[in-house]
C-alpha cells in the first residue's frame, strides 16, 4: 500500500489592508507643510516685492503729474502781448499802459520757513479760463493788409500752487477774468486739490542781479525782495516729497529724511514709501 506524505495545516497569514501607517502619514503630513511654507514664503516675498514696486510707481508718478503740471504754468508767468506799447487794443480789446502789467511773480508768494510748505503765485495773460476752456468772450483783429480774425480774447490769468499739510494734496488756485487798468487780480474762480501724496513743496527764486536774463542766485521768497524785488526772478526751482496717500504693512518704515534746498525733511515712521524730486523752470517769457 503506498503512503502519501502529508504537509501540517498552515494558515495564510492576515493580509495587510491598503493604506498608510501612523508612520507614513506623518512623514507625509511634514512634507506637506514644509512644501506649503515654501509656498507661503515665496508669496510673500512676491507680494512685498509688488508692494515696493507700486509705493515706488505711485511716489515717481505723484512727482512726475505734480511737477510738469505746475511747470506749464510757471512758465507762462509774464506772457503779456503787446504789454511795451502804450496802446493795446489791438490785441486785446482794452488799453495797458507798461506800468500797470502784473507782476510775473507776485510778492503774494509765501515762504513757510522751516519745514512748512511754500506757495507762489504768477500772472500772465491767457485765452484759455481755469479749467483750461477757451475764453467764450472773443475779439476781432484787424491788421493792415490782412483779413480781419476772430480769436478768443485774452485776460488776466493768476495762478497759484500750495500744500494741503492736513490731507498731503497739491492745492491748484486759479483767478481770470477781464484785466483792470491797475492790474489787480480777477475774481478768483477755482481752488481745488489736484494730486494726492504730496508732504512738502518749496520754492526757490532764481534773480538775475547783472541783468543778463539768467539767474545768478537761488533764494527763498522772504529773501527775494530784499535782493531787488520779484521784478528781478527769471527761474522757479521746485522742490517736491510725494509718496504713498496711505501706509502698506507689507512695505519697509519709512527711517529715511529726505533732504531739499539743504532742509532735512524726517522720516514719517511708517510703512511706506517717499520720494524727493527738485526741478528748474526757466520764465521763458523773461529770459533770452
Known sequence: MKRFRTTPYQPEPPRRDGGFSVIELMVAIGITAALLLGIVQVFNSAKASYSVQTGLAQAQESARYAAAFMQRHLREAGYYPFA???????????????NQVPPPVSPASVEGGGMASDSITVNYFSERDCFDQLNANTMTIALPGNPAVTAPNLWHKQVTFSQNAVNNQLVYTCAYGQPTPAGAPPVQIANQPMIDGVYTLQFLYGLDIDNDDSPDRYVDASTVSGAGGFANVVSIQIGLITGMTQPVSTLPVDANPINLFGTNFPETGQNLIRRGVVATVQLRNLTI
Open 84 to 98: 511795451q506799447t502804450l496802446n493795446s487794443t489791438i490785441d486785446m480789446n482794452w488799453t495797458l499802459l507798461p
